[in-house]
């Protein structure tokens, strides 16, 4: 069991989901609520879904857990872009956004593979 609070990945990951939350509360007043639920709810799963691997019992299933991680960056970079096109966040937003979900999924893949090569590693 790992203390999530250390990961760094996990450290940026809940900074960007509290800084979209403030960053897009404006879109349910443009009439898209709903992208905005999108968005925010990706980017909270990627900080939570590493909370959850925390207490997995193999590196093997924490793994996993950070896969999953890296899934919904990749749909937040996906909400990022839909939003920017839609002109709900202006471009230079869009991209500080858009470069930490990418650094976030890197980190989180970089984790992962050294989670899989830990000598603690079992099935």
Not at 16 to 35: C, E, N, P, V
Request: glycine share 4%.
């Amino acid at each position: 069991m790992q203390d999530f609070r250390h990961i760094r990945a996990w450290q940026r990951a809940h900074a960007l989901a509290i800084a979209l939350h403030k960053k897009t509360a404006h879109f349910g007043r443009a009439g898209y609520g709903h992208l905005r639920s999108q968005l925010t709810r990706a980017a909270d799963a990627i900080a939570a879904t590493i909370v959850e691997g925390c207490g997995a019992e193999t590196n093997k299933e924490f793994a996993r857990f950070l896969d999953m991680s890296i899934k919904s960056a990749n749909e937040v970079e996906y909400h990022l872009l839909e939003s920017r096109d839609l002109d709900l966040l202006d471009p230079e937003t869009w991209q500080g956004f858009n470069d930490e979900t990418i650094e976030i999924r890197k980190m989180t893949f970089v984790y992962r593979k050294r989670v899989l090569e830990s000598p603690r590693n079992t099935t």
